[in-house]
Structure formats: C-alpha cells, structure tokens
C-alpha cells in the first residue's frame, strides 16, 4: 500500500500533468510539495524503482499505468471528501482543500463509495476540480481553457478554479468568480491583466497569476460567433 508520502508525490505529479502534460520536472514537484530538489530526486528514484514513474534523463518524469491508477485514487478520495466537506458540513471552498489533505489518506474505500452515493455521484468537486470515477478511468476534461483565451468581449462559464493558492482562491471566491459563474472579458492588456465582466455588471481585474488559474467552456454564442468569423475569413 503506498504511504502517505508516495500517495502525496503521485497526486502532486498528476495534478501537473493533467495541467500541461508530461514530462513533469523534479523543480515541478519541489515547488508543489514545498520540498528540496534533493528530497524530490530521492523520492523519484524511489517511486521510479517502484514502477509507478518512468524517468528521463534531464527531461523529467511521466506516471506509469500503475502510477496513474494509484494517483487517481488518492485524487478521488480528496476531491469526493471536499465536496462532502462543501455540501453535508457547510464548509466555505477556501476551506475544504487543507481538510481534505488531512483526510484523504485515512479513509477507506467502503467510506469513499459511500460518500460518493450520499452525493448523488457528482462530477466535479467544489473548485469544478472533476472526479474520477470509481472505475480510476482519467476523467473527461475535454473544451477547457484558460479565461485569458478569451477574446475581449466573448463570454464563457467558469468550470474550475485553482485551489493551489489559498490568497487567489478567496480573491475569486470574495468576486463571485467561482464554477457555474458566467464572465465576459472586457479586456486584456498587453502585461497580462485580464478585465472580466460579470453577469451582474461588475468588473473584476485578473492580474496574470490569477488567470491563470480561472477555466472556462467558451459560451455557445461566442463561438458560433468564431465560426462565423472563419468562415468569412475562408
């Protein structure tokens, strides 16, 4: 069974892969777990022995089949456990996150499925984070961008925020900029800020960092309006 430390390194690497892909590097990893290159190196080699990641050298590494499977696991029983800390306990989306770091390596299978079925099945946690399903298949995450994809003036859904940086998370929380949120941009300047309009009229600027943490689905009549415009185009 892989201990905490192992099921900590597998979530972390997941979570950048699923972000911008293989291969993740050791600063990666170190960034995210707030450990020493040396430490990550050591554990690399240690997961790597142990099949669940393949290296390459001075490129970095890639989860395995099996180091997959256990990552989603781990993924699974966090992200059902913050939703059930957001739903049955009332917690705010600020909170949930360090909760459920503290819980998900203490609770059984029996007690996720269960929580899951309390649920109704959802399929994405308080941050529109999705679930895996209870068969460890990679979840569906498919028309996702960042809000800075967006061209001024085009609208989209918000679908995830960023739970990494509890500072941006309450920033978006305290501007209603949360999954199921529709925004407009207004508009993008040339170092990085991103103006959002929300439905109820206000304006919100996103440094960088921020927007970068902000997924939306582009709204259906925004692009119709772009497949409109490349048609003209062709």
Same mark, same amino acid.
């Given at each position: ?10 979530? =972390? ?14 600063? $990666?990893? =170190? ?6 290159? /040396?430490?990550?190196?050591? #554990?690399?080699?240690?997961? /790597?022995? &142990? ?25 699974? &029983? ?9 739903? $049955? ?23 996720? &499925? ?30 996702? #961008?960042?809000?800075? /994809?967006?061209?001024?003036?085009? &609208? ?18 305290? =501007? ?42 582009? =709204? ?5 309006? /772009?497949?409109? $415009? ?5």
């Amino acid at each position: 069974m892989p201990t905490d430390t192992v099921e900590d390194y597998l979530k =972390a690497i997941y979570r950048i892969e699923s972000r911008g892909g293989p291969p993740v590097s050791t600063s $990666q990893i =170190a960034e995210s777990l707030e450990k020493t290159p /040396a430490t990550v190196t050591s #554990m690399v080699e240690t997961l /790597a022995d &142990r099949g669940l990641l393949s290296r390459e050298k001075y490129k970095g590494v890639e989860l395995t089949p099996a180091g997959e499977v256990a990552a989603l696991e781990v993924v699974r &029983r966090h992200r059902l456990i913050e939703s059930f800390l957001a739903e $049955q306990l009332d917690y705010e989306p600020t909170e949930v996150h360090d909760e459920a770091d503290a819980l998900e390596h203490h609770v059984s299978e029996e007690f996720t &499925r269960r929580v899951e079925r309390l649920l109704d099945y959802p399929a994405a946690d308080p941050h529109g984070d999705p679930i895996p399903p209870a068969d460890l298949s990679t979840p569906e995450d498919s028309g996702t #961008m960042l809000v800075a /994809a967006l061209e001024p003036g085009e &609208r989209g859904t918000v679908v995830r925020v960023s739970d990494r940086d509890p500072d941006v998370l309450e920033f978006l929380v305290d =501007a209603d900029i949360t999954p199921g949120t529709t925004v407009e941009v207004a508009e993008i300047t040339s170092f990085g800020l991103v103006t959002v309009r929300t439905d109820d009229g206000d304006e919100h600027g996103l440094p960088e960092a921020v927007a970068d943490r902000v997924y939306v689905h582009r =709204a259906a009549e925004s692009t119709a309006a /772009a497949d409109g $415009q490349e048609a003209g185009d062709a």
